[in-house]
């Protein structure tokens, strides 16, 4: 039997210390600890990972201060456009969707895919219909849409119109919620969901949806959920480049993951942050911006963070 364990994120999209207003890190600290509580119930009563990952999701999708559900980022057209993808490290299985804008809990259309078809990854109109069959609530586009949201699109395009995006700060460009865990049968399971990038392309899909890439979970070896420059995430399908890592070169989980956001992620420019856990139980929550919301619970604590510093529950 295991010690159960649960760690989430809300995206590395942070800003330096000491710009964020006292009511904006209040906010994003509530959420943080909103989804920890959540995922956690589930986990100490003897539940299922999976079940605890998809709880701990939803609670960060619900929550204004994170980009994914309510307080997603707009596209160019200024249009919503969500992915997300949910992996069962028991067997493999796993389900997710691109480019969705109706459906309220895009967490819960990715597992109605791994649970209703024998597909993997479905998107766009397709994916928000078999999510009306599976039951789920829909939503009108404008129910995720946030005023915040809507200044860092006009800050984005106004950064664009000048060409000098380069100035563009990781709060401003993106953010992705995510959920790791294992629970006391020893099983692993992880769920990540995002709008994805500011002013993003209409179209396009990041790393959040490719199994293997920014969601993975394997009961050999870890369960993983990025977040940051999804297109860097998906060059180096990172979540199995970890695996592999653990698996055939027997690095331990922080080894793998360390190497991976300050070695080779930071080589190719990427500002990125991942949550992991162990088949052992261990966890680990490492990021190369200027902070991460995140946070962790087990038997014997739980805490959340933004920078350096911890707030226990």
């Not at 819960?108 to 999510?131: K, P």
């Not at 070896?221 to 055939?248: D, K, N, P």
Request: proline share 3%; glycine share 14%.
């Amino acid at each position: 039997m295991s010690v159960p364990v649960l760690a989430i994120h809300g995206g590395c999209g942070v800003p330096p210390k000491g710009t964020l207003s006292d009511v904006q890190e209040r906010h994003a600290r509530e959420g943080l600890k909103g989804a920890l509580r959540a995922g956690w119930a589930v986990l100490k009563d003897g539940g299922a990972a999976l079940d605890a990952v998809e709880a701990a999701v939803i609670a960060l999708e619900e929550h204004t201060a994170f980009n994914a559900g309510r307080g997603a980022v707009f596209n160019a057209d200024g249009k919503h456009e969500m992915d997300a993808a949910i992996m069962d490290g028991r067997d493999l299985r796993a389900g997710a969707v691109g480019g969705i804008a109706r459906v309220r809990n895009p967490i819960r259309a990715a597992r109605a895919v791994m649970e209703h078809t024998d597909h993997v990854l479905m998107i766009g109109a397709g994916a928000e219909s078999l999510a009306a069959r599976a039951g789920l609530e829909l939503v009108a586009p404008d129910w995720f849409s946030t005023e915040e949201r809507r200044t860092s699109l006009l800050q984005m395009k106004a950064l664009q119109a000048k060409g000098d995006t380069s100035k563009a700060t990781e709060r401003l460009k993106h953010g992705t919620v995510g959920a790791v865990a294992i629970d006391r049968a020893g099983h692993l399971a992880s769920a990540t969901s995002t709008g994805g990038y500011t002013n993003k392309m209409p179209g396009r899909v990041g790393d959040t949806p490719l199994i293997g890439a920014g969601t993975y979970a394997n009961d050999a070896t870890l369960a993983y959920s990025g977040t940051g420059r999804g297109e860097i995430f998906i060059r180096t399908v990172l979540g199995h480049e970890l695996h592999a890592r653990m698996a055939y070169k027997g690095e331990d989980l922080k080894a793998a993951c360390d190497a991976m956001i300050f070695g080779e992620l930071k080589r190719m420019g990427g500002g990125a942050g991942l949550i992991a856990v162990g088949r052992d139980g261990t966890v680990t929550l490492p990021f190369n911006t200027a902070g991460m919301y995140r946070g962790a619970a087990s038997a014997d604590e739980a805490w959340v963070s933004i920078y350096d510093e911890r707030e226990t529950l």
